[in-house]
């Protein structure tokens, strides 16, 4: 696993997964269809313009073209976005650890972040239509974060692992491992028990 390298000495990997292909790669099925939608529309209309005759000249028709390709904008990056994340599927990868949960992602190097597992809150499942057919959910470790107003008012996602098998049981894991971290990294040294007399011990699933 390549998050291997990254973890400390004294962490262990309790999962590992990377997204469902089909579904990172598609994105978001509506968005395709819009695309195909747009496409179909743009043969048509082109197509009759070109059988009207208005095309009289070459200039005229590099003129059209050059439309035509503007005018098909919607269409590339729709499917230019698919390549991408076709790129970039091989590099994703997510993991649980006995401290922290990581994300890997990038097409040329490789960029790595991790969350704390006393970070994670709102914690919870989505399941989309396409995920319940193929087996698979989203996980949101952190809700989205919205910044600015008006104009310059915008969304950032927040952490989550997509498209994972088992999403519901994964869950209730980052839920019970996430609660008993947290615990025990807060609850008062004067109050611990002699067996564990601070934050130095090994989680362990029970």
Same mark, same amino acid.
Request: net charge neutral; charged share 20%.
């Given at each position: 696993?390549? *998050?291997?390298?990254?973890?400390?000495?004294?962490?262990?990997? *309790?999962?590992?997964?990377?997204?469902?292909?089909?579904?990172?790669?598609?994105?978001?099925?509506?968005?395709?269809?819009?695309? =195909?939608?747009?496409?179909?529309?743009?043969?048509? =209309?082109?197509? $009759?313009?070109?059988?009207?005759?208005?095309?009289?000249?070459?200039?005229?028709?590099?003129?059209?073209?050059?439309?035509? =390709?503007?005018?098909? $904008?919607?269409?590339?990056?729709?499917?230019?976005?698919?390549?991408?994340? $076709?790129?970039?599927?091989?590099?994703?990868?997510?993991?649980? &650890?006995?401290?922290?949960?990581?994300?890997?992602?990038?097409?040329?190097?490789?960029?790595?972040?991790?969350?704390? *597992?006393?970070?994670?809150?709102?914690?919870?499942?989505?399941?989309?239509?396409?995920?319940?057919?193929?087996?698979?959910?989203?996980?949101?470790? &952190?809700?989205?974060?919205t910044t600015g107003?008006?104009?310059?008012?915008? &969304?950032?996602?927040?952490?989550?692992?997509?498209?994972?098998?088992?999403?519901?049981?994964?869950?209730?894991?980052?839920?019970?491992?996430? *609660?008993?971290?947290?615990?025990?990294?807060?609850?008062?040294? $004067?109050?611990?028990?002699d067996e564990n007399?601070?934050?130095?011990t090994e989680y362990?699933?029970?």
């Amino acid at each position: 696993m390549m *998050l291997d390298k990254m973890i400390d000495q004294d962490e262990q990997v *309790l999962w590992s997964g990377r997204p469902q292909a089909v579904l990172y790669i598609l994105g978001s099925p509506l968005l395709i269809v819009f695309a =195909l939608v747009w496409l179909f529309f743009d043969l048509g =209309l082109f197509n $009759a313009v070109g059988s009207m005759g208005f095309a009289t000249s070459g200039r005229l028709e590099r003129v059209e073209i050059l439309f035509m =390709l503007v005018h098909l $904008a919607p269409v590339w990056y729709t499917f230019g976005t698919m390549i991408y994340r $076709a790129l970039l599927w091989h590099k994703i990868e997510y993991a649980l &650890t006995t401290r922290r949960v990581y994300r890997s992602s990038g097409i040329f190097g490789t960029d790595i972040s991790s969350l704390e *597992l006393r970070e994670i809150n709102n914690l919870s499942v989505d399941v989309n239509p396409l995920e319940h057919l193929l087996g698979v959910g989203t996980i949101r470790l &952190t809700p989205d974060v919205t910044t600015g107003s008006g104009e310059h008012k915008r &969304t950032i996602a927040g952490y989550r692992f997509k498209h994972i098998r088992d999403p519901y049981e994964l869950y209730n894991r980052i839920k019970k491992i996430s *609660l008993d971290v947290s615990t025990d990294q807060q609850y008062p040294n $004067a109050y611990r028990p002699d067996e564990n007399p601070g934050y130095r011990t090994e989680y362990t699933e029970k």
